[in-house]
């Protein structure tokens, strides 16, 4: 008897993420209608299109004084594909924030691993609180790009192995890495996505800056992109303001 030859498993390296815009019921006149139910009462929402300029000078008043829970009356549903890595530092964001996440219990986890592209800085210089990240090398990149894919195709067939032994997905998948992609519901409003933007995107109007992971800064890079278009007066008081959320 011979053995069938079995089909080598095709891995996927990937460099980027992705997040999609599942729904959304977010727009600046949300912000204003809960902002001057304290003063107009139920007439507010007539008050809405009276006045552009001044609805614009609202936003940036409650941006400024940190008067945040107008932006809360707002809601936005992404679906999100990262590596696991990405995940861990994003559950960390507990308020104003629901999540769920694909099962490494109920499904087989999909042969699909992070490895950065060229683009990536691979090198750490400086000190905690300090760090700057500089260009690597070619050779750092090949040795990146050829140790993960290695250590990935590794960890991978010893999961098959275990799944084909009939050890259970719960238990086999302790073998993966967390540079394994994972897909996610993220549901936020505008203040909580405010607080995150703050914490994980390095830019130039930030009047606190951080210093965060370059793949969650992508994710949240993708996720303020879809904001910008659903609340521009919002987003626009938000850069104005230095970035901190109200
Ligand atoms: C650059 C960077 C480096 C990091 N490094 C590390 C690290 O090395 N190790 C690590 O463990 N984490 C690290 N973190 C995660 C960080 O400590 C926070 O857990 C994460 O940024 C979420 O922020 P948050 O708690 O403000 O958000 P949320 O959980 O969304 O909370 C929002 C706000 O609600 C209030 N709040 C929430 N929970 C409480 C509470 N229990 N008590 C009082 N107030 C509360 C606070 O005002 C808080 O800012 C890092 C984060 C960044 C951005």
Redesign the pocket.
Known sequence: MTDTPTEPVKIDFRSDVTVELVKSAAADSDVLWAARVSTAGEQSLDELQKDPERSKGLINYLMRDRHGSPFEHNSMTFFISAPIFVFREFM??????SYNEESGRYRELQPVFYVPDTSRKLVQEGRPGKYVFVEGTPEQHELTSRAMEDSYRRAYETYQEMLAAGVAREVARAVLPVGLYSSMYATCNAR?LM?FLG??TQHELAAVP???QREIEMVGEKMEAHWARLMPLTYAAFNKNGRVAP
Request: without cysteine; aromatic residues 16%; glycine residues 8%.
């Open positions: 960390r964001h507990r308020v104003g924030w909580s607080h914490l994980r951080s210093f965060p």
